[in-house]
């Protein structure tokens, strides 16, 4: 997970729903030439540097490029290559089963967070700050904190052994069939206390006639948010998800700093592929086919939101 | 069906506000009671607190026979319809009117007899499948009270239920009100700040004003008799005029009004007023009470000068809006009349209708 | 009666444990990092991150800061914590600048192909970096700036961009059009009601989006690893270099030290604006 996640999308939603909405007839706007020049930068930069980038990738994916790009077409051979290379097929998995896993935890541990601050405990304002805090620090710092608590030499089973048992053993972060599962650790530790504020903002905006009709209904509480509370936010939940999935999609700095991608390529993740391939092994044109599959599952993700939210708001 | 009594009932808040100072009310079975005052009066409060939804600071309320201070509201075996009515908007129509039942596991067939039931009598069977979001506001309202009625529970409340109306639904809604309550005949207590809709529904209104009962009592008699100034002031429209008066008695007692008119009482009231001879009070006098002289005037009607400030015709009736030592008046003419700002018009006081407020107690006497 | 309450308590004592544990889990990662760096040197050998110093001392903060070796060089963080400073600064500035200004236009002007435009955005925020990162190489180069404070800049705002955009916009689009109509009438242009009426507005926006941009910003890698050159690696780069650089002994002290030296700034941050911080991170995302 990218440290930018921790910043980007939370603006979109919300543009969506006004996107939709037939605001810009109630009040038109008048036409300037100041307002038009001011975003000419911005189109450039987008069109230039985000577009024109993302085209140039999609086609040097369609060449033999290696080291420098070459620009003579070769239809899918990087893709060809990419499926066939067993450290693409091992990080191409582990995007699914990190992405699976962090999902589950992350909305799991948040929503149940959420649910239980929204109960009216007292110092509400001292838990949450202690279960937001890792979301102001690095992925980096994230990752070497993890790494060093599940480290065997070091973290807990060091530890465990020391208090009198002395074969425990907790070593997933270095074996190969394990290690990936490790990030989720992180991750849910890093993302979760997001998740519960964007809840609790939800659980909060939940007109309070609602609960006392569930009240007067003869609701118990737990029933109350299993089956009209949590149903009511479905939407809000959903973009919890999509912005989850979109950090995994992106996850580099976590792998970097907690396992390397390793042992092997055993923990390795799309986004640090891709880097890898570009700096390290000189290999754009693979690389590019692995940056498209990325682009391709961002896509997947945001094309059914983003026509589910217009569909939703009209 | 079940009677609600609430007694010396008080709520307090954190601080020792109250908003609810010691109330008592008893309200008989199949009675339609609407609790109506200004916002902050302490009457939702009142309401929430037989719901349940609130504590009971002090005193007791009894619904059916029994105490129910420390029930919680799933056993009080009441239904409620909200402002926003609180609808589920992720279930049905059908499911919302289903779901406090399947809840008590009631059988399948049973929920359906309900909610046919429910649905028929208030007219939305044909909406049973849609979702909140695709009704207007008047059937959300329906399904509101039908989710109440298929609880068949002993008591009714409705908590400001046809503020989000526009005007016009909202009349046709209280009458939709009215004659479901005429039909299951429920116990039924009523909030509204809108004292029309407190006066068109109710068998009793009661007004309430900082956390205490003003007045109790049927709607007409809460018209023609207020207890207090402020009943006196909040039931009716356009209110009553108030004028700061005394009472005097230079050759038969009147009332003389601070810019020196004077106008006598009826004799039949004599005795009533005399007390209160030479104290400060004030005149209430409805603006339908005061209206353009006639060539024939009933007994114990007086007349008096007013130069007009503001006229509004209203189509039926006209407002006319002066002063009399600074304090505004408001009179109801005939429509006819041809009436110009600027203009001294001479009206009649129908004294037979006025009240007298003693100052000093905020009491009608 | 008593059943029910005592059902509640229960519920309640239930609530408090699941809190504190979760808390618990939450500050341990913490906790073990700064205990661990407050060991000397004899204790970070043969040790457990869980056991707290036996001996307090402060000294491998100094080293992190100072002399601790990152690759080949020996000069601890200062000079990469400098680094990112100088590069934080004017990013997050031209960053939230240009954000409201492109908000401004595109919530209370009519401009050809607005819609377009937002949509653009929309799925840039989306776009995974990697997609666009050796093309932007490729440009920089170009340009001449590649590898310097300049191009790491440039590529914060860049990726900024989106995100901050849309954030104004939907801040912007709450301010009712008719405030700008009169200034309009008053006789100002685009500019001067950007200047004297929307900026002034935006006083709590500004604050942030220059939170979340500081944060981010300062806590990124991927970026400053490409983008920066060699003498402006930010501290998240050298943090990583001084972690994975071992001269026989792994220095545990000296790397916890170093860590939370380069968390501190955006923890502080956290710390003194919780609620800004709190209401950048969820904007938007809960208006859907």
Not at chain 1, 128 to 143: D, E, H, K, N, Q
Not at chain 1, 180 to 201: E, K, P
Not at chain 2, 87 to 109: C, I, Q, T
Not at chain 3, 19 to 36: A, K, N, R, Y
């Amino acid at each position: 997970m990218d440290d930018a996640v921790a910043r980007e999308p939370r603006a979109l939603t919300g543009t969506l729903a006004e996107r939709s909405t037939p605001r810009r007839a109630a009040s038109p706007r008048v036409r300037e030439v100041a307002a038009r020049l001011a975003l000419v930068p911005t189109v450039l930069v987008m069109a230039v540097c985000f577009y024109g980038s993302i085209v140039w990738t999609v086609y040097i994916s369609m060449t033999r490029s290696s080291m420098l790009p070459e620009y003579g077409f070769a239809g899918l051979f990087q893709y060809n290559r990419l499926f066939n290379s067993l450290s693409w097929q091992t990080t191409f998995d582990n995007m699914f089963i990190f992405g699976f896993l962090d999902v589950v935890g992350t909305l799991g541990v948040g929503i149940l967070l959420a649910v239980v601050v929204d109960r009216h405990v007292r110092f509400e304002s001292l838990f949450r700050t202690i279960l937001l805090y890792p979301l102001a620090l690095s992925f980096i710092v994230t990752g070497l904190a993890w790494q060093w608590i599940l480290s065997p030499t070091i973290g807990i089973e060091h530890f465990v052994r020391g208090l009198g048992f002395p074969h425990f053993v907790f070593d997933w972060i270095t074996q190969p069939e394990t290690s990936i599962y490790t990030l989720v650790f992180a991750g849910v530790w890093h993302q979760s206390g997001f998740i519960m504020v964007v809840i609790l903002a939800g659980l909060r905006g939940i007109d309070p006639e609602i609960w006392r009709a569930t009240r007067v209904d003869g609701i118990p509480v737990w029933r109350a948010y299993v089956s009209v509370i949590l149903p009511m936010l479905r939407p809000l939940i959903v973009t919890c998800i999509v912005l989850i999935v979109i950090a995994v999609v992106k996850s580099y700095d976590l792998v970097v700093a907690m396992t390397g991608g390793g042992p092997g390529f055993s923990s390795d993740l799309p986004a640090k592929f891709v880097i890898d391939y570009v700096f390290q092994r000189a290999n754009i044109g693979e690389a590019s086919a692995a940056a498209v599959i990325m682009l391709g599952s961002v896509i997947a993700i945001m094309g059914p939101y983003l026509h589910f939210e217009m569909v939703r708001k009209r | 069906m079940a009677q609600v009594s609430i007694r010396k009932v008080v709520k307090a808040y954190e601080g020792n506000v109250q908003a609810v100072k010691g109330i008592d009310l008893e309200i008989a079975d199949e009675e339609f009671v609407v609790l109506v005052g200004p916002s902050g009066c302490g009457k939702s409060t009142t309401l929430r607190m037989i719901a349940g939804l609130e504590e009971i600071t002090g005193g007791e309320i009894w619904i059916g026979g029994d105490v129910v201070n420390d029930v919680p509201p799933r056993d009080r075996d009441i239904a409620m319809v909200f402002q926003n009515y609180a609808l589920y908007p992720h279930m049905s129509v059908f499911d919302n009117m289903a779901f406090g039942l399947k809840l008590r596991k009631f059988s399948k067939e049973e929920i359906k007899k309900r909610v046919d039931e429910a649905a028929r009598i208030l007219d939305i069977q044909m909406l049973l499948e849609r979702k909140p979001k695709a009704l207007s506001g008047g059937q959300r309202q329906r399904v509101a009270m039908g989710r109440a009625i298929v609880r068949n529970p002993k008591v009714f409340l409705f908590d400001e239920p046809l503020s989000n109306l526009d005007a016009k639904l909202r009349v046709q809604m209280r009458t939709e009100i009215k004659k479901v309550h005429q039909t299951v005949r429920t116990t039924t207590v009523y909030v509204t700040h809108d004292q029309v809709e407190a006066m068109t529904l109710a068998d009793r209104v009661v007004v309430m004003n900082h956390g205490v009962i003003e007045q109790v009592g049927p709607p007409q008699e809460l018209y023609h008799n207020p207890a207090t100034r402020f009943v006196a002031g909040f039931i009716g429209s356009p209110a009553m005029n108030f004028l700061s008066a005394q009472i005097t008695d230079n050759g038969g007692l009147a009332v003389e009004l601070a810019d020196g008119a004077k106008l006598a009482i009826p004799p039949q009231r004599r005795d009533r007023y005399a007390p209160y001879k030479g104290k400060k009070v004030t005149l209430g006098l409805r603006p339908e009470h005061l209206t353009e002289t006639q060539d024939q005037e009933k007994p114990n009607v007086v007349q008096m000068d007013a130069l007009v400030d503001v006229v509004e015709p209203m189509g039926m009736e006209t407002m006319v809006h002066f002063f009399v030592r600074g304090e505004p008046v408001c009179a109801r003419v005939d429509p006819n009349l041809v009436i110009k700002p600027e203009q001294t018009l001479r009206l009649a006081a129908d004294m037979n209708n006025m009240h007298i407020i003693d100052d000093a107690t905020g009491k009608v006497v | 009666m008593a059943a029910a309450t005592n059902q509640a308590r229960i519920g309640r004592i239930g609530l408090y444990a699941f809190l504190v544990t979760t808390c618990l889990f939450f500050s341990i990662p913490l906790l073990v990092v700064i205990s661990t760096s407050f060991k000397p040197l004899s204790e970070v050998r043969d040790f457990s991150v869980f056991q707290l110093p036996a001996q307090m001392t402060a000294a491998a903060w100094g080293k992190a800061w100072q002399s601790a070796c990152t690759g080949t060089e020996c000069a601890g963080l200062h000079i990469a914590f400098w680094n990112s400073v100088r590069i934080v600064i004017p990013s997050v500035i031209i960053s939230v600048l240009v954000g409201s200004l492109n908000g401004y236009a595109l919530s209370h002007w009519r401009v050809r192909g607005a819609d377009t435009l937002m949509l653009a955005l929309i799925l840039g925020a989306f776009i995974p970096y990697q997609v666009i990162i050796f093309p932007l190489v490729k440009i920089f180069s170009t340009v001449g700036i590649f590898g310097s404070v300049a191009c790491i800049i440039a590529v914060h705002v860049l990726f900024g961009l989106p995100v901050m955009t849309l954030l104004f916009r939907n801040f912007y689009v709450g301010i009712p059009n008719e405030l700008v109509k009169a200034a309009r009438v008053d006789g100002a242009g685009f500019w001067r009601i950007f200047l004297f009426i929307i900026l002034p507005l935006s006083v709590n926006m500004l604050i942030v989006a220059a939170i979340l941009q500081t944060t981010g910003i300062w806590n990124d890698y991927l970026f400053g690893l490409i983008f920066a050159g060699h003498n402006n690696t930010p501290m998240t780069v050298e943090l990583m270099e001084l972690a994975t650089t071992s001269t026989g002994v792994v220095e545990y002290n000296v790397s916890t030290a170093a860590a939370l030296l380069t968390a501190l700034p955006p923890l502080l941050l956290y710390f003194f604006s919780g609620r800004y911080f709190v209401r950048g991170i969820t904007a938007g995302a809960v208006k859907g």
